[in-house]
Structure formats: C-alpha cells, structure tokens
C-alpha cells in the first residue's frame, strides 16, 4: 500500500521561499507519476507541477518560473522548491502519485503567505 507524507510547510513572508518534501512509502517509486496540487479555502483543488516516469517535468502557469519540482528516486521522495511567494499561494499543498493507475494523496500541508 502507497502512502504519501508530505511536509516543510509553514509560515512565510512574501516574497520567501519554502521547501515541501512528499515521503512516498514502497518500493515503486520510480514507476509513479507524481505530482503536486494545492487547495485554498473556498477554491478548487489546482494542480501545479506533475513529473511523469520518463520526460519532462510540466508546470502549472501560475507557479511556473516560481516553483520546481524534483525527484530523487534513491530516497522515493519528490520535492516542490517554492520562491516568491505571494500571499496568494496559501493553501493546503498536497502531494500526489499514480502507480499503475492507482491514485494516491497526501494527506496535506500547510502552506501560509503573510507578513
């Protein structure tokens, strides 16, 4: 069973940048496409960032420039480098795979935006 533990989320100034870490458990990291999402209170869940198996890491047009995503297979992790934050990327950020056409979420972390 594939579970995803997010964190490094908090609090940070604008401008500030963050770094969130998704822990992906078992042994087919390397065979999952991964992915980030956020939701903000009162909007809908939005994908920002996805890495296929193979190919070339996509971004979300609000967060392009400005976020990164990266994975590394030896540790089954996959990160999301977050800078320039502005007070509208608070949300809940949440980590996301697909294994053999299975879905899995984290189960969230908190991302805040204020000075």
């Known amino acids: 069973q594939v579970q995803l533990v997010e964190s490094g989320g908090g609090l940070v100034q604008p401008g500030g940048s963050l770094r969130l870490s998704c822990q992906f458990s078992g042994s087919m990291f390397s065979r999952a496409t991964m992915g980030w999402y956020r939701q903000a209170p009162g909007k809908q869940r939005e994908s920002l960032a996805f890495s296929p198996i193979t190919g070339t890491i996509t971004y979300q047009d609000s967060v392009k420039g400005r976020f990164t995503l990266s994975r590394d297979n030896a540790k089954n992790t996959v990160y999301l480098q977050m800078n320039s934050l502005v007070p509208e990327d608070t949300a809940v950020y949440l980590c996301?795979?697909?294994?053999?056409?299975?879905?899995?979420w984290g189960q969230g972390t908190q991302v805040t935006v204020s000075s």
């Open positions: 996301w795979g697909r294994l053999s056409g299975t879905e899995y």
